[in-house]
């Protein structure tokens, strides 16, 4: 069975400081690893994904992760938070279903708040 | 491109009444399709999902049903609805290989 940690349900940042989203996960299996986005009463948005390619994964607005096997870790940062990036960020592994779905297991999500 | 649609966006119903919430997808064929519940508070948690027509998984044990009559078309249904069915409902959508999962914006139930 898979599952996924986030550590921390709340963080909150400065504008223009260093954003670390942790997450850490146990796969029996080397997993795929995603961070999502959710902005109030929207779904959710892929932020990046980690699919067994390069560890330091790039995604969308400024994000990156980096997969940690070591650490069992899939951590997401931000160099310098904006103010449209407070919203709930939720990490999550899939269990690389072969033909059949691939299911999401989905940590508890943390809500960044960013803060002038 | 794809694109999910979910509806409707909110819904408010009576205790005992029935559900029906719908998820279409365009710009793909048989994807695999999931039911997500999001309850205040908490993090998403997987109801059902399918891999074909008629071919629905269903992963807790619950007042709910799904149904997939058509390939990009996926239905959430319950004859009778409980205050516990309250929360936010996301439907999604992922290739066969399941690389990535892309949801709906999602329908607010609220029973009363």
């Known amino acids: 069975a898979q599952s996924v940690t986030q550590l921390g349900s709340h963080v909150s940042v400065s504008e223009g400081a260093l954003v670390l989203l942790r997450c850490n996960y146990s796969?029996?299996?080397?997993?795929?690893l995603f961070w999502y986005v959710q902005y109030p009463n929207q779904g959710l948005q892929l932020l990046l994904k980690y699919t067994s390619a390069a560890t330091l994964v790039k995604g969308i607005n400024g994000f990156e992760a980096e997969f940690k096997k070591s650490e069992t870790s899939f951590h997401l940062t931000k160099p310098s938070a904006h103010m449209s990036d407070a919203a709930e960020y939720f990490c999550a592994v899939s269990d690389r279903g072969a033909g059949t779905a691939s299911k999401l297991t989905f940590g508890t999500g943390t809500r960044l708040q960013v803060t002038l | 491109s794809q694109t999910i649609h979910q509806w409707p966006a909110t819904l408010v119903q009576p205790v005992g009444s029935p559900l029906s919430l719908e998820c279409t997808v365009e710009g793909t064929s048989n994807p695999n399709l999931y039911w997500y519940r999001q309850a205040a508070g908490r993090g998403l948690q997987l109801l059902f999902y399918s891999v074909g027509i008629g071919q629905i998984s269903s992963e807790v044990p619950q007042n709910l049903s799904a149904s997939r009559p058509q390939d990009r078309q996926f239905i959430l249904s319950s004859k009778k609805l409980l205050l516990s069915d309250s929360g936010f409902y996301l439907c999604a959508w992922s290739t066969i290989r399941g690389m990535s999962a892309f949801f709906g914006q999602g329908t607010r139930l609220t029973v009363v």
């Open positions: 796969s029996s299996v080397p997993p795929y």
